[in-house]
C-alpha cells in the first residue's frame, strides 16, 4: 500500500509473518513489490530522484543549501541578506511599502503613477552636489531658503517653483554708510539701496544681517539677506591728501587738497560722490543723487538719499556725507544729503556722525591734523508683506508696523523672519 497521504508507509496485509507461516512466492512477492514501489517514491540522499509533488517541511529547517547559481535554485538567508545589504538598509514600513536607505538602486524602473504619497530626493547644499554629475540627477538644494535643481548633462539649473501656500514679499536692503574722511577730507557715501521682491515659501527662513557704518575714513558694511540680496557699504571720504573718494554702495567725496575725484557708486545701488573743484572736499553719494563738488568757501554736499514708501509713508535713506572746507580756509563744511547724511566740518571741526540705521555717509572733517570725520550711520532692511499671511516668527526684535494690507518689518538689527 505504499504511504498514506500523511507520508507514513505501513506493511501490506498479512504483515507482519507470524511465526511457523510458510513462504509463498505470492506473499513475499507482494510485500517485496510493495516495499520496492515505497522506496522508489522516496527522495535519494545522493539526489538521483526527482521530486513529484511539494515537500512540506512541518516548520523545519533545510541547511546547508551552497550558493544559487541558477536561475531557479534555492537560496539561504545569509546570500538574501547581503544582496539586500549592497542594495542599502531596507526597513518595513507598513502594507506595500519598503523604505530603502544608503547604498544604490541603478537600472530600475519605478511605476509611481498609482500612490498618493511623496518622493524623496537627496537634500544638501551645493557643497555636498556630487562631484560627478550625470543627466537628469534631481535634488534639493538648502543654499538660500532652499530650491529644486537639475543636472542637465553640462549645468546645474535651478527649478522655478511657487508652492502653494506662498506669497510675495517687498523687500529694501540698506547697507551702513561710508566714514568722512579726516583733515578736510570728503564726506563719506550713503550705504547701497537694494530693493526687489521675493517669493516666500511657508517654513523658508530669512535671515538678515545690518551692516554697519564705517570709522571716520573707512568703508561702511554690507546688509544682505542670506541668499537672496546684498548691499554694499558706502565708500570713505577721502583723507587729507590730496586723496579721492573710496568706491562703495555711493561714491565718498574727494578731499578737499588739490583737485580730487569722487568714488564710484554701485549702479542701481547708489551714486557717485563729488570731487573737489577749488578748496572745498566734494560730499559723498547718496542713494538718490551724487554729491556735490567741493568750492571755497564751502564743502559739497552730501547727496540725497533713496526715496522710501515702503512703510506707507514717504521717507528717505542712504543720504551722503557733507564735504569739509580746505586747510585752514575760513567757511563752513557742505550739508548731509537728505536721508541720514552728516554734516561737514569746519576747520577744527569733526565731521557730524551720518544718523544710525539710515545709512547715511558720516561728514567730512575740518582742517587740522587731528580733526576726524564722522562715522557712517548703521544700515536697516524693511520686508512688506500680505498681514493675511505674516506668520509673526521672527528673531531681532524689529519694529512691526502695518500699512493697508501689509505688515511691515524694520530690521535695525541682525535677525530672522520665518515664512
Same mark, same amino acid.
Given at each position: 500500500?505504499?504511504?498514506?497521504?500523511?507520508?507514513?508507509?505501513?506493511?501490506?496485509?498479512?504483515?507482519?509473518?507470524?511465526?511457523?507461516?510458510?513462504?509463498?512466492?505470492?506473499?513475499?512477492?507482494?510485500?517485496?513489490?510493495?516495499?520496492?514501489?515505497?522506496?522508489?517514491?522516496?527522495?535519494?540522499?545522493?539526489?538521483?530522484?526527482?521530486?513529484?509533488?511539494?515537500?512540506?517541511?512541518?516548520?523545519?529547517?533545510?541547511?546547508?543549501?551552497?550558493?544559487?547559481?541558477?536561475?531557479?535554485?534555492?537560496?539561504?538567508?545569509?546570500?538574501?541578506?547581503?544582496?539586500?545589504?549592497?542594495?542599502?538598509?531596507?526597513?518595513?514600513?507598513?502594507?506595500?511599502?519598503?523604505?530603502?536607505?544608503?547604498?544604490?538602486?541603478?537600472?530600475?524602473?519605478?511605476?509611481?503613477?498609482?500612490?498618493?504619497?511623496?518622493?524623496?530626493?537627496?537634500?544638501?547644499?551645493?557643497?555636498?552636489?556630487?562631484?560627478?554629475?550625470?543627466?537628469?540627477?534631481?535634488?534639493?538644494?538648502?543654499?538660500?531658503?532652499?530650491?529644486?535643481?537639475?543636472?542637465?548633462?553640462?549645468?546645474?539649473?535651478?527649478?522655478?517653483?511657487?508652492?502653494?501656500?506662498?506669497?510675495?514679499?517687498?523687500?529694501?536692503?540698506?547697507?551702513?554708510?561710508?566714514?568722512?574722511?579726516?583733515?578736510?577730507?570728503?564726506?563719506?557715501?550713503?550705504?547701497?539701496?537694494?530693493?526687489?521682491?521675493?517669493?516666500?515659501?511657508?517654513?523658508?527662513?530669512?535671515?538678515?544681517?545690518?551692516?554697519?557704518?564705517?570709522?571716520?575714513?573707512?568703508?561702511?558694511?554690507?546688509?544682505?539677506?542670506?541668499?537672496?540680496?546684498?548691499?554694499?557699504?558706502?565708500?570713505?571720504?577721502?583723507?587729507?591728501?590730496?586723496?579721492?573718494?573710496?568706491?562703495?554702495?555711493?561714491?565718498?567725496?574727494?578731499?578737499?587738497?588739490?583737485?580730487?575725484?569722487?568714488?564710484?557708486?554701485?549702479?542701481?545701488?547708489?551714486?557717485?560722490?563729488?570731487?573737489?573743484?577749488?578748496? $572745498? =572736499?566734494? #560730499?559723498? *553719494? &547718496? +542713494? @538718490?543723487?551724487?554729491? /556735490?563738488? %567741493?568750492?571755497?568757501? !564751502?564743502?559739497?554736499?552730501?547727496?540725497?538719499?533713496?526715496?522710501?514708501?515702503?512703510?506707507?509713508?514717504?521717507?528717505?535713506?542712504?543720504?551722503?556725507?557733507?564735504?569739509?572746507?580746505?586747510?585752514?580756509?575760513?567757511?563752513?563744511? $557742505? =550739508?548731509? #544729503?537728505? *536721508? &541720514? +547724511? @552728516?554734516?561737514?566740518? /569746519?576747520? %577744527?571741526?569733526?565731521? !557730524?556722525?551720518?544718523?544710525?540705521?539710515?545709512?547715511?555717509?558720516?561728514?567730512?572733517?575740518?582742517?587740522?591734523?587731528?580733526?576726524?570725520?564722522?562715522?557712517?550711520?548703521?544700515?536697516?532692511?524693511?520686508?512688506?508683506?500680505?498681514?493675511?499671511?505674516?506668520?509673526?516668527?521672527?528673531? @531681532?526684535?524689529?519694529?512691526?508696523?502695518?500699512?493697508?494690507?501689509?505688515?511691515?518689518?524694520?530690521?535695525?538689527?541682525?535677525?530672522?523672519?520665518?515664512?
Amino acid at each position: 500500500m505504499s504511504r498514506n497521504g500523511s507520508g507514513t508507509y505501513s506493511l501490506p496485509v498479512g504483515n507482519p509473518v507470524v511465526t511457523g507461516t510458510t513462504i509463498s512466492s505470492t506473499w513475499a512477492n507482494n510485500t517485496l513489490t510493495d516495499i520496492a514501489n515505497a522506496l522508489t517514491g522516496s527522495l535519494a540522499a545522493d539526489g538521483q530522484t526527482t521530486a513529484s509533488g511539494n515537500l512540506n517541511m512541518g516548520t523545519n529547517k533545510i541547511i546547508n543549501l551552497a550558493d544559487p547559481t541558477n536561475a531557479q535554485d534555492g537560496a539561504t538567508k545569509y546570500y538574501v541578506d547581503q544582496l539586500i545589504a549592497a542594495l542599502g538598509t531596507m526597513a518595513y514600513q507598513n502594507a506595500n511599502n519598503v523604505a530603502i536607505t544608503g547604498g544604490a538602486v541603478t537600472n530600475v524602473a519605478l511605476d509611481l503613477h498609482a500612490q498618493t504619497g511623496q518622493m524623496y530626493l537627496p537634500v544638501g547644499p551645493t557643497a555636498l552636489r556630487t562631484a560627478s554629475p550625470i543627466a537628469g540627477l534631481m535634488r534639493w538644494n538648502t543654499d538660500g531658503g532652499g530650491f529644486y535643481e537639475g543636472y542637465n548633462g553640462s549645468a546645474w539649473q535651478k527649478f522655478t517653483t511657487v508652492n502653494e501656500g506662498s506669497y510675495t514679499i517687498t523687500y529694501v536692503i540698506v547697507a551702513g554708510g561710508g566714514g568722512g574722511g579726516t583733515n578736510a577730507g570728503g564726506g563719506g557715501g550713503g550705504g547701497g539701496v537694494v530693493s526687489n521682491t521675493l517669493t516666500a515659501i511657508p517654513g523658508t527662513v530669512f535671515s538678515m544681517t545690518i551692516g554697519a557704518g564705517g570709522a571716520g575714513g573707512s568703508n561702511g558694511s554690507n546688509s544682505f539677506i542670506t541668499g537672496i540680496a546684498t548691499a554694499t557699504g558706502g565708500g570713505a571720504g577721502g583723507t587729507a591728501g590730496p586723496a579721492s573718494g573710496s568706491a562703495g554702495g555711493s561714491g565718498g567725496g574727494g578731499s578737499s587738497f588739490g583737485n580730487t575725484s569722487g568714488g564710484t557708486g554701485v549702479p542701481g545701488q547708489g551714486n557717485n560722490g563729488g570731487g573737489s573743484a577749488s578748496n $572745498g =572736499a566734494g #560730499g559723498g *553719494g &547718496g +542713494g @538718490g543723487a551724487s554729491g /556735490a563738488s %567741493g568750492s571755497f568757501p !564751502t564743502g559739497g554736499a552730501g547727496g540725497a538719499g533713496s526715496t522710501l514708501t515702503i512703510t506707507g509713508t514717504t521717507t528717505y535713506t542712504a543720504g551722503g556725507g557733507g564735504g569739509a572746507v580746505e586747510y585752514y580756509q575760513s567757511g563752513s563744511g $557742505g =550739508a548731509g #544729503g537728505i *536721508g &541720514g +547724511g @552728516g554734516g561737514g566740518g /569746519a576747520t %577744527g571741526v569733526n565731521g !557730524t556722525n551720518g544718523t544710525i540705521n539710515t545709512g547715511g555717509g558720516g561728514g567730512g572733517g575740518g582742517a587740522g591734523p587731528a580733526v576726524a570725520g564722522g562715522s557712517g550711520g548703521s544700515g536697516q532692511v524693511y520686508m512688506s508683506m500680505p498681514t493675511a499671511n505674516y506668520t509673526g516668527t521672527i528673531t @531681532g526684535l524689529p519694529t512691526v508696523t502695518t500699512s493697508g494690507a501689509n505688515t511691515i518689518l524694520r530690521f535695525t538689527t541682525s535677525g530672522t523672519y520665518s515664512a
